[in-house]
């Protein structure tokens, strides 16, 4: 056992798991319609009403999915901190529920299983994947490098406990305890496993101690299925310093800063050139001297605006899997490109506006992506719900999957239009490896829009 200590990334891995967990419940409650439409497995077809509702269960079941697997392969970069083998077994065994739960209830259904394994491009859902989740989640070789892992929760059960007791994530060890019941994950099922996969070779790559070796186990346990997520393995997303400088020059309360990571495992789980945005709230200087953690809304949350970041002075307000925070620059600045858009408001009303968005921080991310609830938001409805109406700023929502959103591409339509947005600087490597602004970073968006 290590000291104990429990980092910020730590916790907001934790926060993540259980907003996925708490989401998978909601899922399986909601598979009731699920299972009433696949009694249309006996007419052999979906109606349409059927058919949307299958899909919206599928996507948010995808962007869940997906959080995850990004948050276990996250644990690997601290290998020797208990806390982080909490987050990462909970992950896991979270990945495996789920995966299993849609195995017992759609498994005999084909027309079920068909749906389930039709893309949907808005969301960037591959084709199979109902086969590829069951293929790299369900099978006994995955299950085996769960075994270390399990053991040493099972070893360790009193102390692990005792270190996240009075903690925000105190219920990770009895979510753990839930998932290995209903999963039937127990050192007792491994002695089966053992004679069915090649364990005398998996024992001789794992050398150290017994928490290298269950950390080693979460990391196998996900690499089949983030293996056709990556395009390279291991690249660290981030601004060059002169473009980051360049930016902090031109960055101005209240701009949307649309970002994308090259080869990220989930690229915020939307598809297209730019995937996530961040509102950009400005330096604690300019937001103390604005007076803007006197609205009501910030108050409760200005002292960790203030101090979330020593080391940075500029905050963001931004929606990621941890939920809807207020963050430093250097968060959406971990990127590889980015865009900056400007609501086309006097600043006072922009002040008013990013108040009003601070209304939603501390919520849960949204992986339903439904726009007409407001208990969760996705990174594009911080923007929306600052500023819709605002000024005469209205934002069109487009049905997809059967829900009412807002993209980041559907930002970035808007400034090449001049609607309600202008585009103010654009950073698109390698074809634009310098920073454009004014006109010509409004023509290397409709390149990347093009490129789609």
Request: with cysteine; aromatic share 8%.
């Amino acid at each position: 056992m290590n000291d104990g200590t429990i980092g910020d990334v730590t916790m907001a891995g934790a926060r993540t798991v259980l907003a996925v967990a708490d989401q998978f419940d909601r899922l399986k409650r909601s598979a009731s319609i699920l299972a009433e439409a696949a009694a249309s497995s006996e007419r052999g077809y979906f109606t349409p009403s059927e058919d949307e509702e299958v899909r919206h269960l599928l996507v948010s079941y995808w962007q869940s999915r997906n959080a995850l697997l990004e948050l276990v392969e996250e644990m690997r970069d601290a290998q020797h901190v208990d806390s982080n083998f909490l987050v990462g077994f909970a992950g896991a065994l979270v990945l495996v529920d789920a995966a299993r739960f849609l195995r017992d209830q759609f498994h005999d259904r084909p027309v079920v299983r068909g749906k389930l394994n039709e893309p949907a491009p808005h969301f960037g859902i591959p084709e199979r994947l109902y086969d590829t989740v069951q293929s790299s989640l369900t099978n006994p070789v995955h299950t085996w490098h769960l075994y270390h892992a399990t053991k040493y929760f099972d070893e360790n059960h009193e102390a692990l406990t005792k270190l996240v007791v009075g903690t925000e994530i105190e219920r990770l060890p009895s979510l753990i305890e839930r998932l290995q019941a209903a999963t039937d994950v127990s050192l007792a099922n491994y002695a089966v496993l053992r004679a069915r996969v090649r364990a005398r070779q998996v024992v001789e790559v794992i050398k150290g101690d017994l928490l290298t070796r269950a950390l080693y186990g979460l990391q196998k346990s996900v690499s089949s299925a983030v293996s056709n997520r990556y395009t390279v393995l291991g690249h660290q997303p981030g601004l060059p310093d002169e473009i980051e400088n360049q930016l902090r020059d031109l960055l101005r309360p209240g701009d949307v800063l649309v970002v994308r990571k090259e080869h990220a495992l989930t690229n915020y789980f939307l598809p297209g050139y730019w995937p996530h945005v961040a509102l950009y709230l400005g330096t604690r200087d300019e937001l103390t001297v604005a007076g803007f953690g006197e609205n009501e809304h910030v108050q409760p949350h200005w002292e960790y605006l203030l101090g979330c970041d020593e080391d940075e002075t500029s905050r963001v307000h931004e929606a990621l899997k941890d939920g809807v925070l207020v963050r430093s620059l250097s968060s959406p600045f971990a990127s590889d490109a980015i865009a900056v858009l400007r609501p086309q408001l006097e600043l006072d009303e922009i002040y008013d506006a990013m108040a009003r968005g601070m209304f939603h921080t501390g919520k849960s991310y949204d992986f339903d992506f439904d726009f007409s609830r407001a208990d969760r938001l996705v990174c594009t409805e911080v923007v929306y719900r600052s500023y819709e109406g605002v000024g005469g700023i209205r934002f069109d929502l487009t049905r997809r999957a059967g829900r009412l959103t807002l993209s980041a591409e559907d930002l970035i339509g808007m400034a090449i239009s001049g609607t309600h947005f202008d585009a103010v600087a654009t950073y698109a490597p390698p074809d634009y490896a310098e920073l454009k602004t004014g006109t010509e970073a409004a023509e290397v968006l409709k390149a990347t829009a093009a490129s789609l």
